[in-house]
């Protein structure tokens, strides 16, 4: 039996289209509603404050062009909801046309490959995981095309291995902009039963000079890339899920140092028959060197617990409390928050 490319190759696009709405289908052509609205209740070292946590809303489109071709696209945006300023930002925007033997071609702002790997330990609701480099240099990790890569073209196919599982293929490219050379990386994901390996790297070097968001400048010769692998078992909210993630970097970090990194995130959770998901996650990020400005190496580390519960089939709330555990992150923090999917 034949699987969808889309729902073997994209887990990040599935995962986020849990809670769409389909608004129109004639047989043919579809569009469907998705994102969340969100308010949430933090304190971060005494410091107490409500936030919106990224409330988003995405329409995709979709068409069936005959002969096994389809068209996907999607548009979505963050917006603010509880306070002034700027309304409305770009998260993700692309199309792409696949074949269940071809595969998947796609263009535009996008999830990576890099992410393909990355995203089995992505489940933290209020403090986010933000230990491998997907979100460099503390953004959407658009320039180094490690998150949300921006005009990035991609290619996956997905080979059934028969009984013994399925083996995707990612690969990824940008051009050279803003002082990075050529980008180009690629993932391999391979499920069986409840079980996923993963492994991906992505990067590319400066040519000239690249400034970074915060100011660090790269000079000539770096690099910026990343090696990433994964392992999970089951499904997030579905019984008992374990997942891990390890990674190498150079200079995916500017906020917290550049240079040589290593990070790591694990997840361990269970998702009980009455739609309440309770977890834990260990994540740490490291630098390789000392940092000159600490005359040490950085260290930074935690631990969180939470638990989610749904309380109809698209209202759910959540609670998280996280024990900051390394050199560079000794502050614990808690957040409550309500979020009511579109």
């Not at 990224?54 to 603010?80: A, L, Y």
């Not at 992505?122 to 490690?146: I, K, P, Q």
Request: charged share 20%; glycine share 14%; hydrophobic share 35%.
């Amino acid at each position: 039996m034949k699987k969808s490319l889309l729902a073997v190759a994209v887990p990040a696009l599935l995962a986020a289209q849990a809670q769409a709405v389909e608004l129109y289908n004639d047989g043919v052509n579809s569009v469907t509603m998705g994102g969340h609205l969100t308010v949430q209740l933090d304190d971060k070292s005494g410091d107490t404050k409500i936030n919106d946590n990224m409330p988003r809303i995405n329409f995709s489109f979709d068409r069936d062009m005959g002969n096994g071709f389809k068209v996907d696209s999607r548009m979505e945006s963050q917006f603010n909801m509880v306070n002034g300023g700027e309304s409305f930002k770009t998260r993700l925007g692309y199309i792409g046309i696949s074949h269940d033997d071809y595969g998947r071609i796609s263009v535009g702002k996008q999830w990576s490959v890099y992410y393909d790997v990355a995203v089995v330990t992505d489940y933290a609701y209020a403090f986010w995981a933000d230990h491998l480099g997907v979100y460099s240099y503390g953004v959407d990790g658009g320039e180094t095309g490690m998150g949300r890569a921006d005009q990035a073209l991609q290619y996956h196919n997905t080979f059934s291995l028969g009984g013994a599982g399925d083996l995707t293929l990612g690969l990824q490219w940008q051009g050279a902009e803003n002082g990075l050379d050529d980008r180009m990386g690629g993932s391999l994901v391979y499920k069986v039963g409840q079980v996923s390996l993963g492994a991906g790297y992505y990067g590319g070097d400066v040519d000239g000079s690249f400034t970074t968001p915060n100011g660090v400048v790269l000079e000539d010769g770096e690099s910026v890339d990343g090696t990433i692998v994964s392992a999970s078992y089951g499904t997030w909210s579905k019984g008992l899920y374990a997942a891990v993630a390890y990674m190498q970097g150079d200079n995916q970090e500017d906020y917290r140092f550049t240079g040589e990194s290593e990070g790591l995130e694990s997840v361990l959770s269970y998702g009980f028959d009455n739609d309440t998901t309770v977890y834990t996650m260990h994540r740490f990020i490291k630098s390789k060197d000392d940092v000159e400005a600490l005359g040490r190496k950085y260290n930074e580390s935690d631990i969180l617990v939470g638990a989610a519960k749904m309380l109809s089939s698209n209202v759910e709330t959540y609670g998280e409390y996280r024990f900051g555990t390394g050199d560079d992150l000794d502050d614990n923090a808690f957040a409550i928050g309500l979020r009511i999917y579109l």
